[in-house]
């Protein structure tokens, strides 16, 4: 210390006589750093659950399946023999999966062995009855407890028997669950009289009736008929039996069946629990390896062929995880900035305090680099105690502390206060004079105002290259964008703001300087020189406004998010409730419609023929779109009853003029007017005129409305496949009549979405980082007054002795505050619902909401009127503060030292 010149002693007495703003900047930086800290750690936790939370719902979607055909079983003479290794082949096949997997092998549940065969029908007279036979084989068998008879065994044979094709059906022994058993009638020992589709009876002998050692195995999910009858799984009204093949009698099965009837099939469940983002990213490229590289299903060998669905649900997941991502990095980012800003006015303000103190040093002979080297260690002291309690405090909420987002806000804290106490103390005492010459001192501004658009300009740019890259590229990585600067164009857009109320709010004082000067009441006047006075400081401006802006950017991304889940869910289930029919069901549709439209509290239902992929041409090109056909008038009545967009009139079809269509598009075309074709097999095309736009239907981007009517008179068969239901007893009725349907709720829907990892933790992030920054705003005003509260009361105690009177002094006081606390209300707000406007569409929020596009904007009318209120309400009470503490100042102590 005593080779720098550093006095320890100056240290402490600086730091004891500017407790007050040391303790606001520690303040901040805990704060910050406790939030920076917790969030990325809690986002990449959020993304581990949104992973697992995906695949648990995609269910069978995610399972990867291996097929293959069996190995020939060609006779010598022309017929098929028993091969009794049926059950070693597809355990060989689940040996050559596991050798394939890579990656996939730590993330997947032991492979499950599976058969199944074509469904039969149950020939004792119920119609409506189905039977299937299913071999399952696992880790843990899945273990049966045989409570009758016995488990399967092979048919009895004669040694190189070869079976004729044409030959009488070969029997196979099945086992039948208890349940099954019941409901059938039929024990160990009995024949079931099943046939398939053409009428062919099939020989299946009970072999003994079980019960499931544990019906929780995974491998039941596969088959649940096998342990309990399944409804509707074939059809409306329709029952689904299953009969348990065992090793030996799995050969036989594939006897009684035709060569390729009965499916040789492994598959693997992801195990949503060892999930991770991280995995996650690097198996969704081994999937699409294995598919690129497996054998198409026209293979006529034994080529492993794999299907799954498993990389579509984690490209829609990670395409969530990356949106969510951005605009978590747009509110810290945001955060950041303020709390930067922030820490420039805390620092301006121990300058304030500090400058004749430094100056006195100066003037006695310290160095500069003695007195950035006092203040930097008080600096660091400050900021890494403060900022260590941060991450402590976030240490209590996450298991680990993100460091990247903490460099800004302790860089500042750190680096803040010396530097501006060195350039405070450089000014004080060095010796250049101001130059007589009349063109030196203009030129000597010109170069300060140069200086100053220079940065200005900086700034300008550094934004509008954010917006265009966040414009053009987005901020998905997986579509070639990036998050870094696309994410610092709310921030960077609220600085340009800032800037530009900076140069307008010398006018507006000046201009109402000049009004108050024509007028009779002087306290206006003083009012309006003193706001005049202080219009050009930039930091306050550029903290407050940037604080409110971007507060008004979290809440309105908050509202709007909230907002498009109810919408969302709206357009994804297009009423209260909607059942998607099977299709072997479909023609129970219209039956099924009427009975849920006598249900209580059921409004309205509209039946439907829903058509995805329907191959629809325009122009030249095929667009592949959502055909819905439905009854126009019965469909506008419904949509009446709901807050989705109204069904536009369709003109009617009259004679051989194209059939009039309604057309939702992702792109720009086609456009009314154009003529769209639906090409049929077998039969002629349905010529199309698209006359309108077609509402949302389950929130497809390409949708093609069309009238039954119109359609029936052009030729073409319509059978509803979809039911939808308004009204307050939706959800009962479509839940009582949900057989061989799918049943859509749009209020589960909308809180399920609502419940998602991702959703939750954006909107608690948004309503953070509004509380924090709001927080930070209203800190940055009581700091910056209190950086002109010596000066401004100086003024007004020197108007005190020429009569002014303390309740007059207080209303100056609160004229010099109020134009930065009204910039702060009032044009802080618009300013972030101009930057929502530009940046909240590349964003995606759509992702999250799902809805089709951009969001629409949703302001946030509390937050604005608590935006409006909160600043105007800080000069109420900061004039009052600032006048007590200066209350027993005496006039006589304020003209013979000259302060306040």
Request: glycine letters at 10%; aromatic letters at 4%.
């Amino acid at each position: 210390m005593i080779r720098l010149g550093l006095h320890g002693a100056s240290i402490r007495g600086r730091a004891r006589a500017d407790a007050g703003p040391l303790l606001l900047s520690a303040l901040v930086v805990a704060v910050v750093s406790m939030l920076a800290g917790a969030v990325p750690v809690l986002l990449r936790s959020t993304a581990d659950q949104a992973v697992r939370a995906a695949v648990r719902s995609a269910a069978d979607q995610s399972d990867v399946r291996v097929e293959a055909r069996w190995e020939a079983d060609d006779g010598v003479d022309g017929g098929r023999t028993r091969d009794p290794q049926a059950a070693a082949e597809l355990a060989d096949l689940a040996d050559r999966a596991l050798g394939e997997l890579g990656p996939l092998h730590d993330v997947l549940r032991p492979p499950v062995g599976y058969t199944a065969s074509p469904t039969l029908k149950v020939t004792d007279g119920s119609v409506l009855r189905t039977f299937q036979l299913n071999y399952l084989h696992n880790a843990s068998g899945p273990a049966v407890t045989w409570i009758s008879g016995r488990a399967p065994a092979a048919t009895p044979r004669q040694a190189d028997v070869e079976v004729p094709w044409n030959g009488p059906p070969w029997p196979v022994q099945v086992g039948l669950s208890e349940t099954d058993a019941a409901a059938l009638g039929a024990d160990a020992g009995d024949r079931l009289r099943v046939a398939d589709d053409q009428g062919n009876p099939k020989d299946v002998r009970v072999s003994g009736v079980y019960r499931a050692t544990n019906p929780d195995d995974p491998a039941w999910r596969l088959a649940p008929w096998l342990l309990t009858p399944s409804s509707g799984t074939d059809g409306a009204g329709t029952t689904r039996f299953g009969g348990l093949l065992s090793d030996a009698s799995l050969p036989d099965a594939r006897l009684a069946f035709g060569r390729d009837d009965l499916t040789r099939v492994v598959r693997f469940s992801p195990d949503p629990d060892v999930l991770t983002w991280d995995s996650a990213r690097r198996i969704a490229a081994t999937v699409v390896a294995l598919k690129a590289s497996s054998g198409t299903s026209a293979n006529r060998g034994t080529a492993a062929h794999w299907q799954t669905q498993l990389d579509s649900v984690l490209r829609d997941v990670q395409d969530q995880i990356e949106a969510a991502t951005a605009q978590a990095s747009v509110l810290l980012t945001a955060v950041s900035t303020v709390a930067v800003l922030v820490l420039l006015l805390a620092a301006e303000l121990l300058v304030a305090r500090r400058s004749a103190a430094l100056a006195v040093a100066r003037q006695r002979g310290a160095s500069l680099l003695a007195l950035g080297g006092e203040l930097l260690i008080e600096s660091v002291l400050v900021t890494a105690g403060s900022a260590g309690a941060g991450v402590l405090a976030a240490r209590l909420v996450v298991p680990e502390v993100g460091g990247a987002w903490l460099l800004p806000v302790v860089l500042a804290g750190v680096l803040a206060g010396p530097a501006f106490g060195l350039v405070a103390a450089y000014r004080a005492t060095r010796d250049r004079r101001v130059p007589a010459n009349r063109s030196a001192r203009r030129w000597a501004r010109r170069t300060v105002a140069l200086r100053r658009l220079t940065a200005e300009f900086a700034v300008l740019a550094a934004a509008a290259v954010a917006l265009v890259v966040l414009h053009q590229r987005g901020v998905l990585p997986s579509a070639g964008g990036t998050v870094l600067l696309p994410a610092t164009a709310p921030a960077l857009g609220v600085l340009v703001g800032g800037l530009l109320l900076l140069r307008v709010m010398p006018l507006l004082t000046g201009l109402v300087l000049r009004r108050a000067l024509r007028s009779s009441r002087p306290l206006a006047v003083f009012g309006a020189a003193r706001a005049a006075a202080v219009s050009n400081r930039a930091l306050p401006v550029l903290a407050l406004a940037g604080a409110a802006g971007l507060a008004t950017f979290a809440l309105t991304l908050g509202t709007t998010v909230g907002t498009g889940l109810t919408d969302g869910a709206w357009r994804t289930a297009g009423a209260e409730a909607r059942l998607d029919v099977a299709y072997d069901a479909a023609s129970a549709t219209p039956g099924l419609a009427q009975r849920i439209a006598a249900a209580d509290g059921v409004r309205r239902v509209a039946i439907a023929q829903v058509t995805d992929n329907a191959p629809i041409v325009a122009g030249d090109a095929e667009r592949p779109s959502r055909l819905v056909i439905v009854d126009t008038a019965v469909f506008r009545e419904l949509l009446a009853d709901t807050p989705l967009p109204q069904l536009p009139a369709l003109p009617a079809a009259t004679g051989a003029t194209a059939v009039p269509a309604l057309v939702r598009s992702a792109g720009d075309t086609p456009r009314v007017g154009d003529a769209l074709a639906l090409p049929r097999p077998d039969a002629p095309t349905i010529r199309l005129t698209a006359v309108g736009t077609a509402p949302p239907i389950d929130g497809a981007d390409d949708v093609v409305l069309v009238d039954a009517a119109a359609m029936t008179a052009a030729g073409v068969t319509v059978q509803p496949n979809t039911i939808w239901i308004t009204g307050p007893g939706a959800a009962r009725a479509a839940r009582a009549n949900a057989t061989a349907a799918t049943v859509t709720i749009r209020t589960e829907l909308e809180r399920d979405r609502r419940d998602a990892p991702l959703v939750t933790g954006l909107l608690r992030l948004g309503w953070a980082s509004a509380g924090t920054l709001l927080a930070l705003g209203l800190l940055g005003f009581a700091v910056s007054a209190a950086t002109g509260a010596p000066d401004r009361w100086q003024t007004l105690s020197r108007l005190r002795t020429l009569g002014l009177r303390p309740g007059e002094a207080r209303r100056v006081a609160a004229a010099e505050l109020l134009p930065l606390a009204l910039l702060a209300a009032a044009a802080g707000p618009l300013l972030g619902l101009l930057l929502a406007r530009l940046t909240l569409g590349p964003l995606g929020l759509g992702l999250l909401t799902a809805q089709p596009g951009t969001p629409p904007l949703i302001l946030p009318w509390l937050g604005l009127a608590v935006l409006a209120a909160a600043f105007p309400a800080m000069v109420a009470a900061v004039v009052p503060a600032e006048a007590a503490l200066r209350r027993r100042r005496r006039l006589s102590e304020i003209l013979r030292v000259g302060g306040a």
